[in-house]
Structure formats: structure tokens, C-alpha cells
């Protein structure tokens, strides 16, 4: 697809082509190359408009990522629309209807792999920076790559945002439009249990490290300190995968799981609770990211209506709401997040032009 301005005109009319063709764009994590290919596209797109953008930019390196600033300076300090461009895999592509990395727009809908989760905020967001570059306003729009498995894109700008020093920021995940103060942190823990092997018909010679692993993720769905915040709600804790064993009539000595908990806090109770545990004879952090909330008295928060309960999910804003102490984050975006990560992803046309005109509206 040719990105001319008669595809892409920063408008409501060309938003759902370009959301078509970077959903063309296989980027799912850890592929940088893919990533990479959508974060050139926008970029491209975005100077076909206004090519006086500025764009500082590490596409070399292993998590790419691109922070694309207008030039103005404003009283009010400058807007950042923070977006990821990596997707989750589709899975068994027989289970689709539609081809998941096709972009077909139809009955209203753009469909693919990415759609909600967070191509459209994307499209969303290049549009209202576009807005800004043509009424100097001061916008930026950051672009990164890696966070579905850990933020690790916007880990490696967050120094360029700290320079940047936006005064408010908007995460546009899926969110049917509608704002939000925060969400929990995540901590993913690397849990080992060793054994000792022996033949499956002597197991009483041997210690079977998946039994073992076994009854500490059982005693854990009642033991683990589990804590609760009033805003956040609980923290929870999911076995995400048991691995173990080497043969059916061989007592396995060694088994391993991957824990995912949505924590309030630190998650520093969680984890020295699995720590203390006699099974684990190795625990591992995999992924380590905060909870994020926003003061809903902030007064351009509260011009927002934001709603009362915060996103299930976890973003980017964990990653940079630490080096941004005291900067409003709102996520806030189209699409729908039953759809995120699911079979027949989708985006109805029309929220992804309500979020164009509603952050249009909020550069100028």
C-alpha cells in the first residue's frame, strides 16, 4: 500500500487504511524486525503530513522504540500518547475466520491480529500528533515495542521521557474510549523444584519434583499474602505453566512453573513467600513491573470523567509513570479488551474515529 496522502490524510477517513496495513505487519513480541516495520510505517505516514517531525529513535537495539515530538512549546506542557506496536501470537490460525494478519475492513469492523490490542490506539494517536504539528501545539507520540512480554520497549526509552518531562500522558489500550486511572502491577515468577530420579516402578527410591511442585502451587492458593487496595482491588496469583519429567516411568527430578501475579504493591510478600518455601529450591523474577494509579483529583484528570474502576491489564505506564512522578497517566483508548488477544480480533471503525477526534481535541 502506497502511503500517500490519498491513503493517510491524519483524517477519520484514512485512519482505518493505515490501521490496516500495520495490522498487515506482523510485529508480534520479540520480533524486532516486525516491530520495527510498523514503528517506520507511522513514522513514515506521519511525515507524509507534516514532515518537519522530529524523531529520536533506537531501532539497533534488541526492544526498539521511537519518540516522535513537535516543535511547540505551550504553558500547558506537552501531551505524550505512549503506544506499544508488538502483538501477542494468534494462536492456531484455523481457529480465525479471517485471516489474522489480513487487515480486512468490513461491516464496520478492521479485523486482525492487533486490531484492539493497540494498533488502532496507534492510529489514533499519529492522528492527533499529525493535529498538532498543524496547530503548534505540544504533542509527542512514543512508539515502542516488546509490551506484551514485559514492557521492554518502553523500558529502554524511558530516558528519553524523563528529558521529555511531559506534563500528562494517555496509554491508548483498548478501553472503548473511555478513561482510566491506573491498573496492578505484574510480577512473574520462575519457580524450581528438584528431585531425585529413580525407576517408575520404585518411586519410593526416588523424590518426584513435580509432586512436590505440585502440593506447594495447591498450599499457595490458600497461604499466599495476597493484599487488597480499594482503587486496584485484589492481587491475584495464576499458575501459568507446570513443566516436568523426562519419561512416564521415570521419577522426574526436576519441574519448573511460571507464576503470574497482579500485585497493589511491590510484590516483595509474594515473592519472599515463595522464597521460604522448602520446595522451592529456586525462585526467579521473570518480569517486575509496578502498579500505576493516577489522582483523580488532578484537575485535567478530573475534565476527563474518568471512570471508577481501573483496567484488568497491565501497560506501559508501568514502565513510565516511575521516571514521571507526579504526571497525570490515563489509559484510554479504543477497542474493546474482550477482543485483546482473542480469536477474530477486531475494532469497530467508529471508535477508532472517536478516539481521533477525542485526542485531536485534546492537543488542540
Known sequence: ???????????????????????????????PAGQIAVIETVLRAVRTLVPDVRCEADLDGPHPWAL????????????????????????????????PFGGEIADGLVHGRGA?????????????LVEACR???????????????????????????RELAPRAVVIPEATRNRAHLGHRGALWLRVVSRG????????????????????????ARTELPLAEDPYLGPETCNLGTLRGGTATNIVPDHAEAHLDHRTVGDGSEILSWWQRQPEADEVSVTTRLPAVKTDADDPWVAQRAP????????????????????????????????????????VPVAELEHAIRTFCGLVR
Request: with cysteine; charged share 20%; aromatic share 4%.
Open 307 to 346: 471512570a471508577a474502576e481501573p483496567v484488568r491489564y497491565f501497560t506501559d505506564a508501568s514502565v513510565l509513570a516511575p521516571v514521571l512522578p507526579g504526571v497525570p497517566v490515563l489509559i484510554w483508548g479504543p477497542g474493546d479488551p474482550a477482543r485483546m488477544h482473542a480469536v477474530d480480533e477486531n
Open 196 to 219: 531425585r530420579a529413580a525407576h517408575g516402578s520404585t518411586p519410593e527410591l526416588g523424590v518426584n519434583a513435580i509432586a512436590r511442585l505440585v502440593d506447594l502451587t495447591v498450599r
Open 1 to 31: 500500500m502506497d502511503l500517500t496522502q490519498d491513503s493517510w490524510s491524519g483524517s477519520e477517513e484514512g485512519a482505518a487504511a493505515l490501521l490496516s496495513t500495520i495490522i498487515r505487519q506482523r510485529s508480534v513480541s520479540g520480533d
Open 135 to 161: 496547530r503548534e501545539a505540544p504533542a509527542a507520540l512514543l512508539l515502542t515495542s516488546d509490551e506484551e512480554i514485559g514492557c521492554l520497549g518502553a523500558a529502554a526509552a524511558r530516558d528519553a521521557v
Open 116 to 128: 484492539s490490542d493497540m494498533k488502532a490506539g496507534v492510529v489514533a494517536s499519529a492522528a492527533a
Open 68 to 99: 516522535l515530538t513537535t516543535d511547540a512549546a505551550g504553558p500547558a506542557g506537552r501531551l505524550l500518547f505512549a503506544c506499544h506496536v508488538d502483538t501477542v501470537p494468534v494462536g492456531p490460525t484455523a481457529d480465525w475466520s479471517i485471516d
